[in-house]
């Protein structure tokens, strides 16, 4: 089993002063940011580009966890991976190839994930799973942080993990949505390593013990 990995999600930090945000993270000697790009379409939301990606990765050396929340991903992963993307996630539900975008971006040097939604079946990325660095698990419909925790994806999650195991496979396996110190526990129980946490991270009036906390996992 992988350790586990803190991935704090900077949609709930201060957006007028996103390095600030990220320098959080990084002087809590946590590795991983979780930077979420949505496009308005996929999601009826918008965040920041590759600009902004590259700005934070010149005052940066943390692992940059990029979620893409587009409609049509395959057309700017080659941006954000100049960016400065160490690992960039693409949806499943859009039509476009994914096996052959989840392989360009290896050869654009970094890791790949595919993500699902919640509504989305494990049964959708099968296909997938001895081509990717991590799997991601929405626990929320995409589009917003704060919002509440999806328990009843647990046997969604519970079913990757077994394929992981029978198969022998190595990805990382992440969830996404209403983390914190009670739902990730839950998620670690079923095979969950990686865990994003945007309002429970920024929010924690102590972060330093909910850095451990999550750590120890
Ligand atoms: C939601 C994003 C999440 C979001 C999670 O669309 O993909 O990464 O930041 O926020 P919390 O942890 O507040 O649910
Ligand atoms: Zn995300």
Redesign the pocket.
């Known amino acids: 089993m992988h350790a586990s990995i803190l991935a704090p999600?900077i949609?709930?930090g201060d957006h007028a002063n996103l390095a600030a945000s990220a320098q959080i993270v990084e002087s809590l000697g946590v590795s991983w940011i979780?930077l979420?790009i949505m496009d308005g379409h996929f999601?009826p939301n918008l965040t920041f580009g590759p600009q902004t990606v590259a700005a934070l990765r010149k005052g940066s050396t943390l692992f940059f966890d990029t979620?893409l929340?587009l409609a049509e991903p395959q057309r700017y992963i080659e941006a954000f991976a100049k960016a400065g993307a160490n690992l960039i996630s693409i949806h499943i539900e859009p039509a476009y190839d994914h096996a052959a975008t989840l392989k360009r971006i290896r050869e654009l040097g970094c890791q790949n994930g595919i993500v699902l939604n919640p509504g989305t079946p494990a049964e959708a990325i099968e296909p997938f799973l001895d081509q990717v660095d991590l799997v991601l698990v929405m626990t929320?419909q995409?589009?917003?942080?704060?919002?509440p925790f999806r328990r009843d994806m647990l046997p969604k999650i519970a079913q990757i993990d077994a394929w992981r195991r029978e198969r022998g496979l190595n990805f990382r396996l992440e969830v996404?949505?209403?983390?914190d110190l009670k739902t990730g526990p839950e998620c670690r129980a079923v095979g969950v390593d990686t865990f994003?946490?945007?309002?429970?991270f920024y929010g924690a009036a102590d972060k330093t013990t909910f850095t451990q906390t999550v750590a120890a996992w």
């Open positions: 999600s949609l709930a979780h979420d999601v979620h929340m929320v995409p589009g917003f942080g704060g919002q996404d949505g209403g983390i994003v946490a945007g309002s429970s």
